[in-house]
């Protein structure tokens, strides 16, 4: 089931309690624009209109180590649904974003829903994508125009939102299925598309930040860096970003 609003705070916030009042897998909350769309380290997604912002809820059937790689699955699908739609080659930024050239152009933030077992024992995770489509630059605060990008900035016309969310959609289901059956095919065309690869990185966990190469995405969806003294780190959280 689609549910479509003009403009609400946040399609993961709306999907969460939709989850929480028992809401089939597969229903998708949609927004044209959103008031206070989530990103992750709690900050704040702009979503002018023009974008397309959509929630999907699932009940993966993965073992719990496994969860963790829906982010990079949900990754690899934006990439892919870009390919075939468009010809593009965007590139994924560990864990999830989607960046065409030195640009973002879709950021993505799973979230995993407490359920204390009413629904059975399959977990409910939200997924939640934000891809610029039909904005322009304009459209977003002047301090983010120069490190993101559009749609229609590349292709210099609109896109159709609504054919677009379906190809992602069906594309995300296809993608969580494989990390039920060959999760390592899913994370072996993931590493294809790696933004970080091999280049100089730097991470940061709360205030502490340490300088490396990327190494590449671990078995276990983790991101292995080599750090200046040579040793090798895999990174499960904080914010890993390139150094220049
Ligand atoms: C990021 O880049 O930090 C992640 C952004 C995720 C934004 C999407 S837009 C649709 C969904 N609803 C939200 O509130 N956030 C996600």
Request: with cysteine; aromatic share 6%.
């Amino acid at each position: 089931m689609n549910i479509y609003y003009e403009q609400t705070d946040s399609t993961n916030r709306i999907a969460r309690e939709l989850a929480l009042a028992g809401r089939p897998a597969g229903t998708v909350v949609q927004a044209g624009r959103q008031s206070a769309g989530r990103g992750q380290y709690g900050r704040t997604f702009d979503s002018p209109v023009g974008g397309l912002y959509f929630s999907l809820l699932l009940h993966p059937d993965l073992p719990l180590e496994r969860l963790s790689l829906i982010t990079l699955a949900a990754g690899l699908s934006c990439r892919d649904v870009l390919h075939q739609c468009f010809n593009l080659d965007p590139l994924i930024k560990w864990p999830n974003d989607i960046y065409l050239g030195d640009k973002k152009i879709a950021g993505i933030l799973c979230e995993q829903v407490p359920m204390n077992h009413l629904h059975g024992s399959l977990p409910v995770v939200v997924i939640g994508i934000g891809l610029n489509v039909n904005s322009q630059l304009v459209d977003f605060p002047v301090e983010i125009q120069p490190i993101v990008t559009t749609l229609r900035e590349h292709l210099h016309a609109e896109v159709d939102i609504s054919a677009l969310l379906a190809q992602l959609v069906a594309t995300i289901i296809k993608n969580v299925d494989l990390l039920g059956t060959d999760p390592q095919s899913m994370l072996g065309q993931w590493q294809q598309w790696d933004y970080l690869l091999s280049r100089a990185v730097v991470h940061t966990a709360g205030t502490v930040s340490r300088s490396g190469i990327g190494l590449g995405v671990t078995p276990q969806g983790q991101y292995r860096v080599l750090d200046d003294q040579g040793r090798e780190h895999d990174i499960i959280g904080g914010q890993l970003r390139p150094l220049t």
